[in-house]
């Protein structure tokens, strides 16, 4: 693990968010503040065009407009009926979108890092993203209560079929949310894997999304609202990675003077390097 070339780790270490220590700042001058200026600018730009987006899905779902059209047109292609040499894999790759399954496997390997680190902070990390996801989606799911294409069974392409504020959980899709928002918050903290691991979790979430629309469980509208769902939970990743510093540094400041840091992490918690993306999200 890195600290960048002349920056000394303070009492607490550098923070996740990435901005460096004091030092590093005054060395900088005037650079840092402008282009982390710059930085939180697009990331609210950002943030605008996904909830335009969000809004205007639960607008054309509400309102029966042509989007509801193509949920039942991708309905009638049946891909699963043109491919049915596909249910095997498809049925085995969607379950990387349900949220006991992410955590499972993501919680190994938390528990083999902070064993090795001895940093609990992307534990914090993880757990805030855990909780904003099932308040957000959850929220939205029951607000809206729409059926899905399984749930209506042959009635799903009667006209008014895709109705809401039924008894139905499928807008947005939690499992198009939990892909985006577990495996790119995993790739916001790998460090050994800036460029592959972004890449990674955006096909494994194309993947998780497609597979719902395959097997019938959701409509298109449903996965794409899942995305944007997971993605705003994703920018929110800066200001959650402030959160597990301010806790970690708490609890570091309260901790018995005689404590033993572990072999790795002797001087400070160390920075979490993050790749590109996340940088800019910053």
């Not at 085995?92 to 499972?104: E, M, P």
């Not at 198009?176 to 460029?195: E, F, I, P, Q, S």
């Not at 959701?218 to 994703?234: N, R």
Request: charge should be positive; hydrophobic fraction near 50%; charged fraction near 15%.
């Amino acid at each position: 693990m890195e600290v960048v070339a002349g920056e000394r780790a303070g009492p607490a270490g550098p923070s996740l968010g990435g901005v460096g220590t004091p030092d590093g700042a005054r060395r900088r001058g005037t650079a840092l503040p402008a282009t982390r200026r710059a930085v939180r600018r697009r990331r609210a730009l950002l943030a605008v065009l996904l909830v335009a987006g969000y809004v205007a899905l639960a607008v054309a779902v509400l309102t029966g407009s042509p989007l509801v059209a193509a949920d039942l047109a991708a309905l009638r292609w049946q891909p699963a009926a043109r491919w049915p040499h596909l249910e095997p894999l498809v049925s085995t790759s969607v379950l990387l979108g349900q949220r006991f399954v992410c955590l499972l496997a993501i919680g190994g390997w938390l528990a083999v890092r902070f064993v090795r680190d001895r940093d609990p902070r992307p534990v914090v990390v993880v757990a805030v993203t855990t909780l904003l996801l099932n308040l957000t989606v959850g929220a939205a799911k029951t607000a809206f209560g729409r059926l899905g294409p399984l749930q209506l069974g042959g009635d799903a392409l009667l006209p008014g079929g895709a109705e809401v504020f039924t008894d139905g959980m499928v807008f947005p899709s939690g499992h198009a949310a939990n892909a985006v928002a577990m495996w790119g918050v995993v790739a916001y903290l790998a460090r050994r894997h800036r460029r592959g691991a972004p890449v990674l979790a955006a096909l494994v979430a194309a993947g998780v999304g497609a597979s719902t629309v395959y097997l019938g469980t959701h409509w298109v509208s449903d996965v794409l609202a899942g995305w944007i769902a997971g993605a705003l939970v994703l920018l929110a990743l800066p200001a959650v990675g402030s959160l597990a510093d301010r806790v970690c540094r708490r609890r570091s400041a309260g901790a018995p003077v005689h404590a033993a840091p572990s072999r790795r992490t002797a001087a400070a918690l160390p920075p979490l390097p993050r790749p590109g993306w996340a940088r800019d999200a910053a």
